[in-house]
């Protein structure tokens, strides 16, 4: 058995961070119900690139799931959501504060109806500050938590960090609620200060200095010849995090400049020097070539690769980082557990409303009473 097999998973959210908090349970075997605006659904389904129609981002986050159309500002698409929380164990929504409670789907309105639900809330501020209101997208948490500021020039980033964090710590509160539930429990998420809370380094280094870090102030932050990028002949870069004496040791002498093992430590002068002389020597190869030379010396420096060499690595293809559903090839969790964490096969992103007669028979709902509903637009 998977480890959430049998627990039932109610998701109204949209967009990242609740698809991806739920994509984690669905991975451990969890049933997945997706609530979707009758429509239009969530609108990951249309996040470009698309191929065939489909969002290979849709595809990922939301494979192993459910989905059933479902208006909740209709009477009848209430009384449907009603009844299909009183089945399930786990609600998670990720609107606005206040907005749960105008649909009459509040944790203490939740809980009269399923007493032992564990109920998660996503926002951006969490539930109660000034700035709870406010709209925003992970460019927005990024900037507000401190992210951004890091370079002399703020980049649009590449990852949806605000996002992904916000969305582990809901599966973590949730899964910490399943494991000692003996009543309802309320999980508070604030998608900034999920990013803030994994500010460790950069957060202490202010801490302790009373300076925000920058570039090239510290250790981790490039003031160092040992934790570095090097440019290589052919534009592209190796990163270099030879810290241990014995990385460093390694790498100076596969190098061929054994005599800068003394000088890891040094003044800024020397350090900087240090750095200018292995700045010369990689830029007189290839970094495929250096990478090659390295990556099996213990010298802690690897070849800085694109997304797309990444996913077609050995490596990620011998750790199953990309999995098919029979629709999609999708990115896969790197989790693996003995026993599997979930045992039944991998299915495809669900079609808006696809499951919705299933599911609507499941409870006790007649196919008369679902065609009406639909043809009401109660339901989709």
Same mark, same amino acid.
């Given at each position: ?8 998973v ?5 967009l ?5 908090c739920?994509?984690?349970? @669905?991975?451990m075997?969890? #049933?997945v ?12 389904? +249309? ?11 849709h595809?990922t ?6 989905s059933i ?6 009477? !009848? ?11 399930? =164990?786990v609600?998670?929504?990720?609107? $606005?504060?206040?907005?749960?409670t105008r649909?009459?789907? @509040? ?9 032992k639900?564990v ?8 539930? =109660? ?13 990024? %900037?507000?938590a401190?992210?951004l500021?890091? @370079?002399?020039?703020? #980049?649009v *980033?590449l990852l949806?960090l605000? =996002?992904?964090? /916000? ?6 509160g ?15 998420v604030p998608?900034?200060?999920s ?5 460790v380094?950069p957060? @202490?280094?202010y801490?302790?200095?009373?300076r +925000?870090?920058? &570039?090239g102030?510290?250790?981790i932050?490039? /003031?160092?010849p ?13 990163a270099?995090?030879?810290? #241990?004496?014995?990385?460093?040791r390694n790498?100076v002498a /596969?190098?061929?400049? *054994? !005599? ?8 800024e &002068?020397? $350090?900087?020097r240090?750095?200018? #002389?292995l ?5 007189t190869?290839?970094?495929? !070539?250096?990478?090659k030379?390295l990556?099996? $010396?213990?010298t802690?420096?690897?070849p800085?690769?694109?997304? &797309?060499e990444?996913? +077609? /690595? =050995?490596?990620a293809?011998s750790?199953?980082?990309? %999995?098919?559903?029979g ?13 599997a ?8 992103a669900p079609?808006l ?7 609507m028979?499941s409870?006790?709902?007649?196919? %008369?009473?679902?065609q009406?509903l ?7």
């Open positions: 058995m998977g480890f959430l097999d049998g627990v039932r109610v998701d109204a959210t949209r990242l961070p609740g698809g991806f739920t994509m984690i349970l @669905s991975d075997g969890a #049933e119900i997706k609530v979707e605006q009758p429509g239009l659904g969530d609108y990951m389904r +249309a996040t470009p690139p698309t191929k065939d129609g489909r969002s290979p981002v595809a986050v939301n494979r192993n799931k459910k159309g479902i208006d909740l500002k209709s009477a !009848e698409g209430k009384a449907v959501m009603r009844r299909l929380l009183r089945t399930a =164990d609600f998670v929504e990720g609107f $606005r504060p206040g907005a749960m649909l009459g789907l @509040s944790f203490p309105q939740v809980k009269r109806v399923s007493p639900i109920y998660c809330s996503i926002s951006t501020y969490g539930q =109660d500050i000034r700035l709870s209101s406010m709209p925003g997208h992970d460019i927005n948490f990024q %900037a507000m401190g992210t500021a890091y @370079s002399t020039r703020a #980049e *980033p949806q605000g =996002d992904l964090a /916000s969305g582990m710590y809901a599966a973590l949730i899964l910490g609620a399943l494991a000692g539930r003996r009543r309802p429990v309320f999980v508070d998608i900034v200060g990013l803030i809370s994994w500010m380094l957060a @202490s280094v801490l302790a200095t009373g +925000a870090p920058t &570039e102030n510290s250790l932050f490039g /003031s160092t040992y934790y570095n990028l090097y440019r290589t002949s052919d534009g592209r870069y190796m270099v995090a030879a810290i #241990e004496p014995a990385f460093w790498l /596969s190098l061929g400049v *054994p !005599e800068l093992e003394q000088m890891r430590f040094g003044t &002068e020397e $350090r900087g240090v750095a200018s #002389e700045g010369r020597i990689f830029a190869r290839t970094r495929d !070539e250096w990478a030379l990556m099996d $010396r213990d802690c420096a690897t800085v690769l694109t997304v &797309e990444a996913l +077609a /690595s =050995d490596w293809k750790l199953g980082m990309l %999995a098919g559903t629709r999609d090839d999708v990115l896969n969790g790197p989790v693996r557990t003995v026993p964490m979930r045992t039944k096969p991998f299915t495809a079609d409303g696809g499951d919705t007669d299933s599911i028979k409870l006790g709902y007649s196919r %008369a009473v679902t009406r639909k043809s009401k637009g109660a339901v989709q």
